[in-house]
């Protein structure tokens, strides 16, 4: 298993981790990649097309304007929300970007060509294209294609698989069989598991302060989007933002006559406003479903009574390791991006890493915990990606508020089991990745289908 617990809770800014996150990365990438051999202040003109999903969406996921903030050198982990706002609609006032901070070139989002129909090799593709000279001896000197796979995740057209991130072989595991087998063999938690993986590539120490710093980040986009003064999220929809008025109507309430799942509800809203306005939030696998984990883990925190006694680090290390377990097996065993697999590689994934982890905290099993994660996803099989207007709003913001409350509900059915079930978490993606494989294009992520045709715009 190579793929790291970092990679999958990556901080970033909205709506979309394989829209907005993954282009910025590709473009940030090709212009390192053209660094690497021209001086860039040779270069006169880019070219960018975008394919498939990508194309379909637009503006409506911020890929375009994510593109320009890549092609100048920013990193979506980093880069301040506020300035990305405010510098896209400088560019395209100006018609003007700053390639890698070096050379100003004449372009804008006018310039990025959409192309929807055509087949790149992947639902995300997006390719670049630089040249050097003027007409009529201007001539290409780089160009590239990438794809977003999902949760920010990028990947070179041509490149042979990266396995520089694997781990020594006696904590390697690439199902959920394997993962059972090893903790029963060594006598682990899937947490403990997943910390020796993580501890090979640093050690335990930086593992936890950079878990810590997530949750940090995940702790604030909740509360950032209960205190919004803004009353509606961008875009034509103008969709009212309900989490800031729901949580001040519930932190009103005497704590005694407090809903619990209304307060995991308002959680997960919060995230999903902050990252449907473009604000900082953590992939958890994805943006389109960040608010499923750490809503979860801010209910646990605040209403699980057996975890008042614990140090709440461990409580919150404990719970990302056992999440991050799960999507590493959803991230090579099927996929986590709305456009291969519809919605259910999304919220379905994030509903089954938020159960498991859940059921840990709760005293289950390794099998127990694997119980969990399989009713996650189970009962989000099938579900499609159609957002209205291209915008990550609608179903996006209510379906991980639902999906947090399943992975509660999941954890709890586990819990009272012994970890001995019918139907095995393997069993359940894989019928993920062929479910999503036969789902049609139009529910993967385009508009072109379900509710983004049959719900007015405006």
Not at 99 to 120: C, D, H, M, W, Y
Not at 191 to 215: C, N, P, Y
Not at 260 to 289: C, H, K, Q, S
Request: net charge negative.
């Amino acid at each position: 298993m190579s793929v790291s617990i970092f990679d999958l809770f990556s901080i970033g800014i909205g709506p979309s981790s394989s829209h907005t996150v993954g282009p910025m990365r590709a473009a940030a990438a090709f212009i390192d990649e053209v660094r690497s051999t021209y001086d860039l202040r040779a270069v006169t003109r880019l070219e960018v097309e975008l394919f498939g999903s990508l194309a379909a969406t637009g503006a409506g996921h911020g890929t375009p304007g994510a593109i320009l903030l890549g092609l100048e050198g920013n990193d979506p982990g980093t880069i301040d929300p506020t300035y990305a706002r405010d510098r896209v609609a400088q560019i395209e006032q100006t018609q003007q970007v700053i390639i890698g901070s070096e050379q100003p070139i004449a372009f804008g989002t006018r310039a990025i060509v959409l192309s929807p129909g055509k087949n790149a090799g992947h639902s995300n593709a997006l390719r670049f294209v630089a040249h050097i000279g003027s007409a009529p001896n201007q001539h290409t000197v780089h160009a590239s294609t990438f794809h977003s796979v999902g949760g920010g995740f990028i990947e070179r057209a041509d490149a042979a698989p990266d396995r520089t991130g694997e781990v020594a072989q006696a904590f390697s595991y690439e199902s959920g069989a394997d993962l059972l087998e090893l903790c029963r063999r060594q006598h682990l938690s899937i947490s403990d598991v997943m910390m020796r993986i993580e501890a090979s590539r640093s050690s335990e120490r930086d593992v936890r302060s950079r878990l810590l710093g997530i949750w940090t980040v995940m702790a604030d986009s909740i509360e950032n989007g209960f205190h919004s003064s803004a009353p509606y999220l961008p875009g034509a929809l103008m969709v009212r933002r309900r989490a800031p008025a729901l949580y001040t109507r519930l932190a009103s309430q005497p704590s005694d006559r407090a809903d619990a799942m209304d307060w995991l509800t308002v959680a997960a809203m919060a995230v999903n406003e902050e990252n449907a306005a473009g604000g900082r939030i953590v992939t958890a696998p994805t943006n389109g479903a960040a608010g499923i984990v750490p809503a979860v883990l801010y209910w646990a925190l605040r209403f699980l009574p057996q975890l008042h006694s614990r140090r709440q680090d461990d409580v919150i290390v404990q719970y990302l390791l056992t999440a991050g377990a799960i999507a590493a097996l959803y991230k090579t065993g099927a996929s986590i991006s709305g456009a291969e697999v519809g919605c259910q590689g999304e919220i379905g994934s994030a509903c089954s890493m938020a159960a498991g982890a859940l059921a840990a905290l709760m005293g289950a099993t390794p099998a127990q915990v694997e119980n969990a994660a399989e009713i996650g996803i189970e009962h989000n099989l099938g579900l499609t990606c159609d957002p209205i207007g291209g915008l990550v709003q609608i179903p996006c913001i209510e379906r991980n508020a639902v999906g947090a409350v399943k992975a509660v509900n999941a954890a709890r059915i586990a819990i009272h089991g012994d970890g001995t079930h019918r139907v095995s978490l393997d069993q359940a993606i894989e019928t993920m990745r062929q479910t999503g494989a036969d789902m049609h294009e139009k529910y993967k992520e385009t508009s072109l289908g379900g509710l983004a045709v049959n719900v007015p715009e405006c």
